[in-house]
């Protein structure tokens, strides 16, 4: 029999958004495995039998963290600015085209080697599921290899082409805006399933985020944004308008920006990683929970504004710095970002669900925040398999 049961489990985290526990919380529970999907939840004493047993010992078990937003693709390094932002340099975003270039330079296995490495890094540290964008090949051939490389790491791959103006186009924006909805989109869209658009001051004003966006939907690739990083503007409300899944940063906020978000099918992703590592100030969490609007937490794993790729890490920042609370922040981390990549077979364990979960090395949640850069992830199963 291809089963496997996780016996003895302390707090099983269900995610199955009934009793209102968003958590969904069974004590003493059992879970089994059939075939990569969950196929039964329940009491310990009830368990059924099966092939295999994972004696969970009292620990906590979790869906798989997924990470709706990362930047994989990319070569080189910049410590050097991280170091100059700690002494006192602002942040940009003016370092994308340093690691512009060095991808153009790469080869495609080192490309890919990069990718392997941060994935794994990724599954060591409990996450299960990833969205991975381009956008730093910024030329026809360079966005779509980028991708093309991408999607042999995740069915969840967003086209990226407007993360900022390439030097070569720096006098003519709209040409670059040409570029991409044209030449560029018709070569990346076979290896994409979302397509998003870097809508700050010094990158994509709204005009060119709606053209763009606006193409990439009409051949079938859904919309994410980075809205509202780096100061307010119009990002947010142009997600909302277009039915974007989900729009990412969110750290400058109207009344209206919140507004528009409670009353839409928008997830708010909130990206901790790019504030600690651009010593800005936090997202305001409690402010959009409290106006009802879905929140996912994600790393921004990139190398310049946030080189970190641990979900655990952005979980204990949101806590702390973001007024989440641990089950909030853990619902976020799971169930929000399979809300933020419209996923139903992901970050939730019920039967049905991919048996994509973590034990953890503490009896509760609650150590994810309560023990900050603490290795807790004991195991990780994705589809069932152990990794
Ligand atoms: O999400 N904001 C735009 N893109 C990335 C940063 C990329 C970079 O600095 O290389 C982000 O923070
Ligand atoms: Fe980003």
Redesign the pocket.
């Known amino acids: 029999m291809n089963s496997l049961l996780i016996d003895c489990i302390g707090e099983l985290v269900t995610n199955d958004g009934r009793g209102g526990d968003p958590l969904g919380v069974r004590r003493d529970a059992a879970l089994l495995v059939e075939d990569g999907r969950v196929a039964w939840v329940g009491p310990a004493r009830y368990a059924p039998a099966a092939g295999r047993r994972v004696d969970a010992a009292g620990a906590a078990v979790l869906p798989g963290f997924v990470d709706s937003h990362a930047?994989l693709v990319f070569a080189g390094d910049r410590a050097a600015e991280f170091a100059a932002r700690m002494a006192g340099e602002p942040y940009t975003?003016g370092?994308?085209r340093t690691?512009v270039g060095a991808t153009r330079a790469a080869s495609d296995d080192d490309l890919r080697a990069t990718v392997g490495r941060l994935r794994a890094e990724m599954r060591r540290q409990g996450t299960t599921t990833v969205e991975i964008k381009s956008?730093y090949g910024l030329s026809v051939a360079d966005e779509a290899r980028s991708l093309r490389i991408a999607a042999e790491f995740t069915e969840d791959t967003t086209f990226l082409g407007a993360?900022v103006v390439p030097a070569e186009y720096a006098d003519r924006p709209d040409d670059y805006v040409g570029l991409v909805c044209g030449p560029m989109l018709a070569a990346a869209a076979p290896y994409a399933r979302w397509i998003d658009v870097?809508c700050?001051r010094g990158a994509f004003d709204a005009d060119h985020a709606r053209a763009i966006l606006t193409c990439g939907q009409a051949v079938g690739l859904g919309v994410r944004l980075?809205a509202n990083?780096l100061g307010p503007g119009p990002g947010v409300r142009l997600g909302v308008e277009l039915g974007a899944a989900s729009v990412d940063?969110c750290t400058h906020l109207t009344d209206a920006d919140v507004a528009a978000l409670a009353g839409s099918e928008t997830v708010a992703t909130l990206?901790p990683g790019?504030e600690f590592s651009t010593r800005s100030p936090y997202p305001d969490a409690r402010r959009l929970l409290d106006a009802g609007v879905t929140v996912a937490l994600a790393t921004?794993c990139?190398?310049?504004?946030?080189y970190t790729s641990s979900m655990p890490f952005c979980v204990a920042l949101a806590v702390r710095e973001m007024g989440m609370t641990p089950a909030e922040a853990v619902w976020a981390a799971t169930a929000g970002g399979a809300a933020a990549l419209r996923r139903t077979d992901v970050g939730r364990l019920t039967v049905g669900a991919r048996a994509d979960l973590v034990v953890l090395d503490a009896p509760t949640h609650l150590h994810l925040a309560y023990r900050p850069g603490v290795p807790l992830i004991r195991h990780v199963l994705h589809n069932g398999v152990p990794r």
């Open positions: 930047h975003g370092g994308i690691t956008g993360h870097f700050e980075h990083q940063h990206l790019a921004d990139n190398p310049g504004s946030s």
